[in-house]
């Protein structure tokens, strides 16, 4: 039997995961660092909540992830015209344009957020089911991509746009992409939410949450799927289990960061294919 | 003989530095033209303004009579232009083979949605072998282009621009970092993919190797044109000998002099 509490952190764990692969698309696949996430997450949630009531959740879940990645579009589109570097900055004010606009909307519920999200309908075990294929197809086309020449493409751009462009890809079109997708499965992320939750309130859309998922892609090491899934579900579950580490968890999610880009730039998979390497090349350490 | 390439009144400006005061000249197809001049002269410049990375203030640029100074380098370099940096930039964060792989699925990458569907790069990566080893650095297939000496990545560089597969090869200073032996492996492989069919422009700084090479040259200085023309006649001209000299030596032969100068 699978009890209230499990149910809760299949779902959280699952979301994240969601949120997670979206954000490697676009960070790790395409080398776009973004910081706001969060936003994209938060239209999804919105847009289920709004159209929960009328539509059936296939429909609800892709169209919520439509509405998010509309925007992502739009962010994509304005971030273009943004210099690299500043692309963070960017995208840590769109979270913050989504906050303050969603707080301020009457018809979004304001600072009270939205609840009476209508039930999910699959009863407990179909909701783990659905969580856990969405996972499970998110993981999929994550490795379809990295494998396919649109991820080639996306690690070319990541490694030098400019030298990209000259031979014929359309570096522009490229960030585009990863940005749509990622910020589609955000989207459908979100929905689950709305789903799970069934109330939302503009807070559970932060900066914390734009972070904590970065923090995860970067310390799985960027682009590397079973990396980022790791290192999702342990710094998801953590705060979780302990008391101590949910009161600093954004400590803890700086200090990863830090100390991942100081000392192991490529992250746990870094971590591993240097391990691996040492032993088959037989070299002492 | 059909203008693949031309260039009118180029004008580059970087900040209060003019690179190129007006340049124009023309590439016939088949051509393999020598750009020389002094250091800081905007030879680098000129091929950066015509693959697109750099925008010019002013002036146009034709590829086979269509106008493409308003395209993006990755439109170019479908329309046929190809690139080698002087200062060389692989893919760090790809493997030797896998740099002159990506180059060589252009036609993959070009769309988004070709792309996502595509898998395979086993063709592309015949082809890129096949590079690799046309420019002398197969053993370095699997490498990561980190442990390359300068030599290697300067042929990389040649074997990625030629993975395009381009109608216009813009090569700069290719044979720099070569030794010796391998420049001169190198500059007769250009010289038979020239008599392929590919129309080249060469920036070199050995004008001894140049003149061998080179039936015309465009030589630039100071961002201007100085001399344009059948390659004994421009190296023996007195402005040509003395922006390479930095003064009037007309009297002296100049493919020796000069070798030494620019740089
Ligand atoms: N990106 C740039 N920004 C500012 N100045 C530049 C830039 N690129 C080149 N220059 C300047 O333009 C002039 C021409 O440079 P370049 O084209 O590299 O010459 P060459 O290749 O003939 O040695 C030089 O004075 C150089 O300092
Ligand atoms: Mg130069």
Known sequence: MIGAYEITLVAVVSINLMLALGLN?????????????????????????????????????????????????LV???????????????????????????????????????????DHGLGDIGFVGLCLALVAAMAALSWHIKRSWMGFGFAAVADDERTARTLGINAAAYKLAAFVIGTFLAGVAGAVYAYFTRFIIPSAFGFTVSISILTM????????????????????????????????????????????MRFAPGGLAGLVRSLVARRSTGGAP | MTTLLAVEDVLVRFGGIVALGGVSFSLAKGELLGLIGPNGAGKTTMLHTVIGVVKPTEGRILVADRDVTRLAPDARARLGVALTHQIVRPFRGLSVLDNVTLAAGFAKTTHLARAIVSVSRTAERARARELLALVGIADYADAAPGVLPLGAL????????????????????????LNSVEAARLAATLADLNASGITMILIEHNLAKVAEICPRLVVLDNGRKIADGPTA???????????????????????????????
Request: net charge negative; aromatic share 8%.
């Open chain 1, 25 to 73: 698309l676009i960070t790790g696949f395409c080398g776009q660092v973004s910081l706001g996430h969060a936003a994209f997450f938060g239209t999804g949630a919105y847009a289920a909540a709004l159209a929960a009531g009328g539509l059936s959740l296939p429909v609800v879940l892709v169209l919520a992830g439509l509405v998010a990645c509309a925007l992502g579009l």
């Open chain 1, 76 to 118: 994509g589109v304005a971030s273009l015209r943004v210099r690299e570097d500043f692309l963070a900055i960017t995208t840590m004010g769109v979270g913050f344009v989504f906050l303050g606009f969603v707080r301020k909307q009457g018809w979004l519920g304001a600072e009270m957020g939205l609840t009476d999200i209508p």
């Open chain 1, 217 to 260: 892609v970067i310390v799985g090491g960027v682009g590397s799927i079973w990396g980022v899934v790791a290192a999702c579900v342990v710094l998801t579950l953590l705060p979780e289990f302990s008391r101590v580490i949910n009161d600093y968890k954004l400590l803890l999610y700086g200090a990863l960061i830090v100390l991942t």
């Open chain 2, 154 to 177: 300067k042929r990389l560089e040649v074997a990625r621009a030629l993975a395009i597969s381009p109608a216009v090869l813009l090569l700069d200073e290719p044979l720099a970092g």
């Open chain 2, 233 to 263: 006649a421009v190296l023996a001209d007195p402005q040509v000998i003395a922006a390479y000299m930095g003064q009037d030596t007309s009297g002296r032969e100049p493919g020796r002099e000069a070798a030494h100068a620019g740089g």
